[in-house]
Nanobody, 115 residues
């Protein structure tokens, strides 16, 4: 079983930056692919970025060039660096992984981009 805890959300002005963190429990973090999803009010949850166990990354078109996903296996943590934030990035951001065909989710952290 994997427990995921997100942190780092908050209120930021358009054009600003935030770094989200997701801490994972257990000793198998290094073999897990990790993802960041987001869900805006009234919208479906969408994949924002993913990183494999060997640090290959993928991004939604809407965040390419602005967001960077990374991982630190020594800290069992995955990060999402978000730059040039826009009001449409406002959402609850969730950390996600899959282990043995089971999906694991954190409780989410709220990011609000507003002036």
């Amino acid at each position: 079983q994997v427990q995921l805890v997100e942190s780092g959300g908050g209120l930021v002005q358009p054009g600003g930056s935030l770094r989200l963190s997701c801490a994972a429990s257990g000793s198998i973090f290094s073999i897990l692919a990790m993802n960041w999803y987001r869900q805006a009010p009234g919208k479906q949850r969408e994949l924002v970025a993913g990183i494999t166990s060997d640090s290959n990354t993928n991004y939604a078109d809407s965040v390419k060039g602005r967001f960077t996903i990374s991982r630190d296996n020594t800290k069992n943590t995955v990060y999402l660096q978000m730059n040039s934030l826009k009001p449409e990035d406002t959402a609850v951001y969730y950390c996600n992984t899959n282990l043995n065909f089971m999906e694991y989710w954190g409780k989410g952290t709220l990011v609000t981009v507003s002036s």
